[in-house]
């Protein structure tokens, strides 16, 4: 375990924010999760979070694995046809690099989920989804260490209560250090290609799929490494039928809704460009010129700058269209 007294922020969001933390813990996998005093706060990749400010308390870091070796993940077999298999890996692993070694020995299913930046054990917080995946079709159960019942426990598929991006751990910021994921995969490749998006993607392989999956995506997101983001910055919002047809009426040509759990889910994008944001900056924040979702760093941006520009899209696309956008990300 690696205990940093003031530290920087700025290599643990994909925002780039500068921000200090009073105090960080690192915990590898054969250590014990320590107790911990006052405030603290769970960070995986920091790929979904804004800070606002420094953080006077605790964060608390399941260690990242850069690289994958067959020692970071265990692979169960639960027999049966058509021979479902278990995989659990350490929840500071990169995502991306555990979908690579999945496919690197021939377990496939998640391959829709690939390059979504973060980490395993927040892949389970957020339900990450993506290219009509989300993590809770595979995930069979979660490993945690409750911080506040000072105990270790279990969570099936059921406990963790997942919905669209949302999970009970979201509900329990910060209370659970989610340490193991296990994700059930198959032996059998059957591409998922229900998303439009998928169309005449080549797909006679899982890594073929993967490969032009990552294409098709960094091609409307900024690449961390370029420039700053969460990725989507608002949820898809749900709105009720009377809602939705009065704005169809007014912009017949808005994306179809898909019916959802509570209403039909809109396009937050659509309805952001719509409103006139895509490509604008305010201040040092931007809205991404290929994807009216994504606010990024213009070059040196706080995250009261990205936080200001998330309210006003607010605030206009509500004036505009009577709907209101939820943040996605985390801002802190
Ligand atoms: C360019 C870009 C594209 C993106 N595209 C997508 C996409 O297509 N689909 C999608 O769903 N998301 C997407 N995201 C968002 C992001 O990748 C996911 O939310 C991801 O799961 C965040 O992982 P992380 O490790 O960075 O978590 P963080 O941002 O560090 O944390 C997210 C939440 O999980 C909690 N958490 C993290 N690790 C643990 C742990 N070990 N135990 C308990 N709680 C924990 C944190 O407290 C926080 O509440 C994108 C982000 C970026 C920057």
Request: charge should be negative; charged fraction near 25%.
């Amino acid at each position: 375990m690696k205990v940093y007294e003031n530290i920087s922020l700025k290599p643990y969001n994909t925002f780039g924010i500068d921000v200090k933390a009073r105090r960080m813990v690192v915990v590898e996998p054969k250590d014990k999760v320590p107790d911990l005093d006052g405030e603290v706060l769970v960070i995986g990749a920091g790929s979904n979070m804004v800070f606002t400010k420094d953080f006077e308390g605790t964060v608390i870091i399941a260690g990242a694995r850069r690289t994958v070796s067959d020692a970071d993940v265990v692979t169960q077999s639960r027999g049966g046809a058509p021979s479902p298999i278990c995989v659990t890996a350490w929840a500071g692993m990169v995502m991306d690099d555990l979908i690579q070694w999945t496919l690197d020995h021939r377990l496939y299913g998640l391959e829709n989920l690939s390059a979504i930046p973060g980490t395993v054990g927040a892949s389970a917080v957020q339900n990450v989804g993506a290219y009509g995946a989300e993590a809770k079709d595979f995930i069979e159960s979660v490993e945690a260490y409750d911080m506040v019942g000072k105990r270790h426990c279990t969570f099936s598929n059921d406990d963790c209560q997942f919905a669209y991006r949302d999970s009970f751990f979201k509900h329990h910021p910060n209370r659970y250090l989610i340490l193991r994921v296990t994700y059930r995969l198959s032996h059998e490749f059957v591409p998922n290609l229900g998303y439009k998006a998928l169309e005449g993607l080549p797909h006679d392989t899982a890594q073929q799929l993967r490969e032009a999956i990552t294409e098709i995506r960094w091609q409307k997101l900024p690449r961390p490494e370029e420039h700053g983001s969460a990725g989507s910055f608002f949820k898809n919002p749900v709105v009720d039928e009377k809602v939705y047809r009065h704005i169809k009426s007014e912009h017949p040509d808005m994306p179809e809704a898909h019916l959802s759990v509570g209403g039909y889910k809109l396009s937050a994008g659509w309805l952001i460009d719509r409103a006139g944001w895509k490509g604008k900056t305010k201040g040092r924040a931007g809205v991404w010129p290929k994807n009216a979702l994504v606010l990024y760093n213009a070059g040196g941006c706080t995250g009261e700058d990205v936080a200001a520009l998330a309210k006003e899209i607010q605030q206009d696309v509500k004036q505009k269209f009577g709907v209101d956008l939820e943040p996605e990300a985390l801002i802190i």
